[in-house]
């Protein structure tokens, strides 16, 4: 069974630009979550979506905004770039989204701003 | 919120060697704990889990058990292997405002020498 999938892996984005992100989750899991990892870091908590609503949100600003659709794919936006935004994106999926749940996390985006 | 402490490296051994990785938490209520692997240019991957106190998680020669009197989940291997070299993070469920998250430690980079 194929796991969480992550595209595009590796991107270069100039300050200012915007970008899109995208996920599926394993088959048959109901809730997606973002994370972001910058380099030397542990992942940080952006969003978790379940039946397509926001659950939960990390402390990051309004920049970062995320959707779920139909078939739990999910997209994770960023908006006006910033240098700091430079790091690994993760996409996780679970099948409830409950805690306790196990959570699953791709390859990851490696996002570089420039 | 819930956090997480694990011991700081570079950790680096020799191939055979006994391991352990120190992971401390502090938390209110009952969470999950998790110990995640990255290996070089990649994502997380789940290396082992424990749901409730006194639980023992185990993979792949791993082990880690949870240790509420201590708030503890330290890792360890009886004998590493060249091929465990890669980055380990203690995490644990932080269940706010109903949200599946992952608190994720610093983590712990470990190279074993042949």
């Known amino acids: 069974d194929a796991g969480v999938t992550q595209s595009p892996t590796h991107l270069i984005k100039t300050r200012g630009q915007h970008v899109t992100l995208r996920c599926s989750p394993i088959?048959?899991?109901?809730?997606v979550s973002w994370y972001q990892q910058v380099l030397g870091q542990g992942p940080q908590f952006i969003f978790q979506?379940?039946?397509?609503?926001?659950?939960g949100r990390g402390n990051f600003p309004d920049r970062f905004s995320a959707r779920q659709f139909p078939n739990y794919s999910s997209e994770l936006n960023v908006n006006a770039l910033l240098l700091g935004d430079s790091a690994l994106y993760l996409c996780?999926?679970?099948?409830?989204?409950?805690?306790?749940?196990?959570?699953?996390f791709g390859e990851g985006s490696w996002l570089t701003v420039v | 919120g819930n956090s997480v402490t694990q011991m700081e490296g570079p950790v680096t051994l020799s191939e055979e060697a006994f391991l352990t990785i120190n992971c401390t938490y502090t938390a209110t209520g009952y969470p999950s704990l998790f110990w995640y692997v990255q290996y070089p240019g990649e994502g997380l991957q789940l290396l082992l889990k424990?749901?409730?106190?006194?639980d023992k998680g185990s993979n792949k020669g791993f082990e880690a058990t949870y240790r509420k009197e201590t708030t503890s989940f330290h890792l360890e291997k009886g004998s590493v292997q060249v091929s465990d070299s890669a980055v380990y993070f203690c995490a644990l469920t932080d269940p706010i405002q109903g949200a599946q998250k992952l608190v994720f430690g610093q983590g712990t980079r470990l190279t074993i020498n042949p």
């Open positions: 088959s048959g899991h109901k809730s």
């Open positions: 424990a749901t409730k106190a006194d």
């Open positions: 979506y379940y039946e397509k609503e926001e659950r």
């Open positions: 996780a999926s679970s099948l409830a989204g409950y805690s306790g749940n196990t959570i699953y």
